[in-house]
T-cell receptor, first 113, second 109 residues
Framework: DADVTQTPRNRITKTGKRIMLECSQT?????MYWYRQDPGLGLRLIYY???????NKGEISDGYSVSRQAQAKFSLSLESAIPNQTALYFC????????????FGSGTRLTVV | GEDVEQSLFLSVREGDSSVINCTYT??????LYWYKQEPGAGLQLLTY?????DMKQDQRLTVLLNKKDKHLSLRIADTQTGDSAIYFC?????????FGRGTSLIVHP
């Protein structure tokens, strides 16, 4: 099993729909993150969580919300999807030291039509 | 905020060496990383270097760090077509890692 599992892998949804992307990890890390990747823009941080009770906005949090259901689970929601949220979404985890960097999931490719 | 810069594209011939460069601004960076992203996949940690090191070598990979100039490089010796990917530079300083936009390495036969 992968260390960081994201579901679904691909999703097509309509404008205005609510959608949830899920992430679970088996690394035992406290810290979890959601990023989106757009061609030429690299990775942009949406939300991050340092533990179950600590959730923080990243640089592009508008239009998104998150829930940290447990140490191992961190979900991302788009309350009312819009076409410019079409992107590749990555979940990642890390320990507190940073020594081993991030462990990324395989990504969710989301298309909003 | 802190910034990490890298060129967007690099094209090399198979068998040559590739050098991907990165500059960063956070003087408190503790770790600096290189990640590799193959098509359709997530990012995988390729290698990292601690900020008090100048160089790290791992098989075909050599990482050089010039802390004074805040410059990081990744050299891939004997580049193969399987090395074609996007390479991200990242730094971990005081809070949240910062990523560059990624360098697409294209390897020609």
């Amino acid at each position: 099993d992968a260390d960081v599992t994201q579901t679904p892998r691909n999703r097509i949804t309509k404008t205005g729909k609510r959608i949830m992307l899920e992430c679970s990890q088996t690394k035992g890390h406290d810290r979890m993150y959601w990023y989106r990747q757009d061609p030429g823009l690299g990775l942009r941080l949406i939300y991050y969580s340092f533990d179950v009770k600590d959730i923080n906005k990243g640089e592009i949090s508008d239009g998104y919300s998150v829930s940290r259901q447990a140490q191992a689970k961190f979900s991302l929601s788009l309350e009312s999807a819009i076409p410019n949220q079409t992107a590749l979404y990555f979940c990642a985890t890390s320990d507190r030291t940073g020594r081993f960097g991030y462990t990324f999931g395989s990504g969710t490719r989301l298309t909003v039509v | 905020g802190e910034d990490v810069e890298q060129s967007l594209f690099l094209s090399v011939r198979e068998g040559d060496s590739s050098v991907i460069n990165c500059t960063y601004t956070d003087s408190s960076s503790t770790y600096l990383y290189w990640y590799k992203q193959e098509p359709g996949a997530g990012l995988q940690l390729l290698t990292y270097i601690f900020s008090n090191m100048d160089m790290k070598q791992d098989q075909r990979l050599t990482v050089l760090l010039n802390k004074k100039d805040k410059h990081l490089s990744l050299r891939i010796a004997d580049t193969q077509t399987g090395d074609s990917a996007i390479y991200f530079c990242a730094e971990w300083g005081s809070y949240i890692p910062t990523f560059g936009r990624g360098t697409s390495l294209i390897v020609h036969p």
